[in-house]
T-cell receptor, first 113, second 115 residues
Framework: DAKTTQPTSMDCAEGRAANLPCNHS???????VYWYRQIHSQGPQYIIH???NNETNEMASLIITEDRKSSTLILPHATLRDTAVYYCIVRVAVGSNDYKLSFGAGTTVTVRA | NAGVMQNPRHLVRRRGQEARLRCSPM?????VYWYRQLPEEGLKFMVYLQKENIIDESGMPKERFSAEFPKEGPSILRIQQVVRGDSAAYFCASSPPGGISYEQYFGPGTRLTVT
């Protein structure tokens, strides 16, 4: 299984962009990178995912390096409500067409006023 | 479209009792996943089910834990003879039928406390 490495914690100023790095050097060619976040004790919330190309949605942008060994999640204008644990996950294949998510420790992001 | 529903939200059991946790996936979703989160820790995968089938149970403890997803009704995670170490938040997630790219939608969780 491809493993991910993230910083344990980071702070971000409200209104500024938050850039969350993730290393996944053992990722294979057909494995997707997913990002989820967990606010306090709520259920994890899907943010974004990608394979090779950069992706953007209403929540965030995902930048994947050309060699796919690392990626960065960008929250363009962080708010206090973005304070959460952010998980970078490489989806794990189970059989030929089934998948599961393997969560690591994540990055605790604290947005400060 | 209602999200993933879990009940009960909070469950208190004495040691030795049984705990039953229910998960109703989102409409149209036929894949269900269960995760456990111990206090101050990350989520750990437990089991992945499709209707009437267990696809991957590599994260399930070998004893006392079982899961099912019947043809009709919610998915059930059952813990027999609970011990204090079973106290945790149990999250269920669902996803639509197989595809190359899809996300899992999580429920609010059931917080189990064993006294």
């Amino acid at each position: 299984d491809a493993k991910t490495t993230q910083p344990t914690s980071m702070d971000c100023a409200e209104g500024r962009a938050a850039n969350l790095p993730c290393n996944h050097s053992t990722i294979s060619g057909n494995e997707y990178v997913y990002w989820y976040r967990q606010i306090h004790s709520q259920g994890p919330q899907y943010i974004i995912h990608g394979l090779k190309n950069n992706e953007t949605n209403e929540m965030a942008s995902l930048i994947i390096t050309e060699d796919r060994k690392s990626s960065t999640l960008i929250l363009p204008h962080a708010t206090l409500r973005d304070t959460a644990v952010y998980y970078c996950i490489v989806r794990v294949a189970v059989g030929s067409n089934d998948y599961k998510l393997s969560f690591g420790a994540g990055t605790t992001v604290t947005v400060r006023a | 479209n209602a999200g993933v529903m879990q009940n009960p939200r909070h469950l208190v059991r004495r040691r030795g009792q049984e705990a039953r946790l229910r998960c109703s996936p989102m409409k149209g979703h036929s894949h269900v996943y269960w995760y456990r989160q111990l206090p101050e820790e990350g989520l750990k995968f437990m089991v992945y089910l499709q209707k009437e089938n267990i696809i991957d149970e590599s994260g399930m403890p070998k004893e006392r834990f079982s899961a099912e997803f019947p043809k009709e009704g919610p998915s059930i995670l059952r813990i027999q003879q609970v011990v204090r170490g079973d106290s945790a938040a149990y999250f269920c997630a669902s996803s639509p039928p197989g595809g190359i790219s899809y996300e899992q939608y999580f429920g609010p969780g059931t917080r189990l406390t064993v006294t």
